[in-house]
């Protein structure tokens, strides 16, 4: 294998043509699509036409005449079809973290509704904390118990304790990835929910909320980010998911999700004293959605749907693999001897769109003087350097330059120097 | 008082330069900035600056090398200046539904951790609805009480069942408007603590959160609206304050508020498995910030800045209680005999921004017919039509011409035409 060999596979792409939907800077290696991606070309002029003509010229009439008070649910029911989810079933409101605040709540009213001797929120010890901390929040509120597990320690917590199973699908550290379909199943055999979230996987990674099985393999709800492998824009808005069979219970028992702002009511022009929830998941809305950002999410959503004509994501989970495999060769290959070690799954199929190594030291610097060459991945603490494989619109030959510069760096030891060990705010 | 004399008004106008600022629509007078304020000319280059080189360019980068990291303190400081509150007080997060939620929880921890028998939570049976939802459900939530009293009705629930009087500053009906002072001091005396609404407020009215008299006329919580007068466009994030020394009897006691993103944490890119809240105010940001809604939003806070070497809140309080007083001069005098009666206080010191008139029926299509004409006002179910006067940007004659609409669509019943009454999802 040779850069040249990568240039060949490029050519060979079906799905190089998607590349053009974004806006790359030049000399630049982008593998950080997982924190941030990149920019959709629409997204400049769409977001103009919103400022100067729906806001600027047609004002507050753009609630009704551009449809703003719809954006919620058209933009829900273009990620539904992303991750494996009905039309109606899926909204884009606040953040993940305030979503997951209202997942987790549903989830928990729901399984101890009849059933209030469940008691423990199960995790995975090393997700997402903001995931941690919401759970820990509602465990202290409500006393309940948090217990923090490592993955294969899983299958052990599924019993009559158990509230509700909370995981993100793909570690954000390791990019290993959870098999949905037999947690669902398994964690609904023990009685108890499972609440997703899905900021690594939307986008990047088939998803089947509503599974493909039985119904038991389908998942209860789910949550996830719009700024990563969704390419929304910075801190763009979050989505929040509910199984149909859980909304219509929340109808008729009253079992609310607590941010019950004005936006998830019913009639919320009726401006009445009493809340009183909007059918389905749109109860999960609560104030008033920031335009500008949806806008943007949009039009990063539509770049992840422009690959449907393609194969959508099975054609972009081939060309992940693909790209994730090969990286973890050549790494190894060419970067051998430098004290990195492999921490994402090796098999593919637990394997998300990223590939992560750790070092005992200096991952921070060596990511930073990648960054100085133009190569981007990121850094987590402690000790993961952290390369994420956008398939929309990264190529085979970026994974060969971009172990090309690892090596050079490694081999030339410039990332001890003293300005790439200088923290940043941001990490 | 004739048209010429309102044009007389705005030649003498200090603030008149302030209009400079704005995109506004020719042909518009527009008295609906109590719902969306207008665009600032200064935020499309902005937004356009944010997504090119932030977003496009520079990508994650930005969040260090464009500060974007110390977006919710930067223009949370900026708000502050507005509504008397110090610098490092205030932060800029999620929907304003989502922050009343954050700190009526505060609220309520802090003012029952040493008195439990303390169960009332009491509002304005006319409060905006969000509000008297969040409280609703958070009433449900933990087996407290909401009571909803009317405004003359609050003094005789100020006693030692109260825990937090939570209130909006300005009425989005009647823009009737509370002391704040008084009712801070009256609430605290009978062992209470009060949140308030600043939606309607920040930007249009003087507001010293941190109070001009003694240390018990201070407020304890605020939240706020970036969309109305602040000008920070379609659902721009929203504000939390907390008095400091709240927020460090928090820090001492555990008293969190239950939405404990990883933003909020005292060391997010740690990524510790265990919250630990930052230090103040911050603890009150959640998760990621909407970036290119959070970048509109500054350019609207900074247009109220711009009236500081005009005499600032101060200033433009004069202009509103002379429009607003001019106003319902106007529409009484001239628009007589057609059943509009006055809701807003006659007393200007009692008064927000705005001017609202009920009428029996036919407020949807009045308001209808007006926009038809150019003039937008809104209608508030089930019989408010409403206009808000922005004093940045709103004319003397702007009152005298809504004022002529008015008395032409009323003399003429051209609002009984049938498309006046076909009501808009959003009214």
Redesign the interface.
Known sequence: MNRQDCLSLDAEDPLTALREQF?L?DG?I?L?GN??G??PRA??AR??Q???D????D??????TAG???LPQRIGDKIARLVGAGPGELIVA?????NL?KALTAALNLARADAPQRRAIVSE??N???D???A???A??RGLELR?VDADEIPAQLNDTLAVLMLTHVNYRTGRMHRMDELNRAAHAAGALVVWDLAHSAGAVPVNLLGSGPPEEAADFAVGCG?KYLNG??????FAWAHPRHTARMDAEQL?Q?????LG?AA????????RPAAGVARFI?????????A?LECGVDTVLAAEPHGGLAALRRKSVALTDLFIRLVEARCGGHGLTLQTPRDASARGSQVSFSRDDGGYAIVQAL?ERGV?G?F???DILRFGFTPLYTRFVDAWDATEHLMQVLQSGEWREARFNQR????
């Open positions: 806006e800077p630049t982008y950080d924190s941030l990149v920019l997204a400049a977001v103009q919103v400022i100067r729906e806001w600027g010229r004002l507050i009439r753009s609630w009704n703003w008070i719809d606040d953040s993940t973290s305030v605040y010890r090393h997402f904390p903001t941690l901390y919401i820990e929040s509602l202290r509120e923090l700024y824009g910075p801190g763009a808005p979050a609310w607590p941010l019950s702002g004005w009511h919320p022009f009726e401006f009445t004293p009493n809340y609560c104030g008033t959605p920031p335009v500008l950002s949806m943007a960054i981007i990121d987590r603490a402690p940043a705010a941001v990490t």
